[in-house]
């Protein structure tokens, strides 16, 4: 790049967005289908996983089944 003033806007931009990002995730809390655990998935199991619909397809703490695990719009734990 030839402009070193857009690399000095970019850059902090996607690092706050990136925080941002991963704030969200941790909040996020999802219900195994199998043994009905909630848990949080950590950010990079979640960037990792399959998205479908409003589930992801995780790995249980409880049971250690992988399978689509919805979203739990009951924030508790």
């Known amino acids: 790049m030839d402009n ?23 909040k996020t809390v999802y219900t195994c289908p199998k043994c009905g655990k909630r848990f949080r998935a950590k950010w990079y199991k979640y960037l990792l996983s399959g998205h479908y619909g409003k589930g992801k397809v995780l790995k249980c703490p409880k049971c250690k089944t ?10 508790k734990l």
């Open 4 to 26: 070193p003033l857009l690399l000095i806007i970019i850059i902090p931009v996607s690092l706050i967005l990136g925080l941002v990002f991963v704030g969200d995730i941790s």
């Open 66 to 75: 992988r399978q689509l695990c919805v979203v739990s719009y009951d924030q």
